[in-house]
T-cell receptor, first 112, second 115 residues
């Protein structure tokens, strides 16, 4: 089974600054997919960004980008120009034989 | 709005009871997934259906069952409820044909409280 590790339980970031959320994974598969989701305090899970193991470029989606380092098995999420609305829990996940395996999540609090 | 709908949003019930959670996938999606999110276990995969057939099973208790109907909506049935079943239950949907690229879109969740 795939394993996802998020070692930062909580982070504080100043508004308008960038923040990097760490995610490492363990898999023996050559082809795999990594996902990031955001869960605000309201509870819904919002898909943010996807990175495929064979993608040549690091994924970007607006203010979200992935720092994908395949050899290190890491897929860190970078949120640029943080906004108050970015305060939420962020989950890293990996496609694992039809299901998603999730990390424990990182709570981000954006300060004004 | 992900396009995945779940009802009810909140459910409060007593131990020993049975409840049904309902999910409608995004238009065009054939796969439906159920996840349970609790404070102690995190996000756990329960079960997946693809076009009406069970495709993958996770840590789903025998007291829990699910199905996907011909119109592709899905129901998760939880019976003989225990206090520990209190959690946020998510339904997600995806196209189901994209392999590792298959993005799952989550519904708003059903918060179940067992008293």
């Amino acid at each position: 089974a795939q394993k996802i590790t998020q070692t930062q339980p909580g982070m504080f970031v100043q508004e308008k600054e960038a923040v990097t959320l760490d995610c490492t994974y363990d898999t023996s598969d050559q082809s795999y997919g990594l996902f990031w989701y955001k869960q605000p305090s309201s509870g819904e899970m919002i898909f943010l960004i996807y990175q495929g193991s064979y993608d040549e470029q690091n994924a970007t989606e607006g203010r979200y980008s992935l720092n994908f380092q395949k050899a290190r098995k890491s897929a860190n999420l970078v949120i640029s120009a943080s906004q108050l609305g970015d305060s939420a829990m962020y989950f890293c996940a990996m496609y694992d034989h039809y299901k998603l395996s999730f990390g424990a999540g990182t709570t981000v609090t954006v300060r004004a | 709005d992900s396009g995945v709908t779940q009802t009810p949003k909140h459910l409060i019930t007593a131990t020993g009871q049975r409840v049904t959670l309902r999910c409608s996938p995004r238009s065009g999606d054939l796969s439906v997934y159920w996840y349970q999110q609790s404070l102690d276990q995190g996000l756990q995969f329960l079960i997946q259906y693809y076009n009406g057939e069970e495709r993958a099973k996770g840590n789903i208790l025998e007291r829990f069952s699910a199905q996907q109907f011909p119109d592709l909506h899905s129901e998760l049935n939880l019976s003989s409820l225990e206090l520990g079943d209190s959690a946020l239950y998510f339904c997600a949907s995806s196209a189901g044909r994209a392999g590792v690229k298959d993005t799952q879109y989550f519904g708003p969740g059903t918060r179940l409280t067992v008293l």
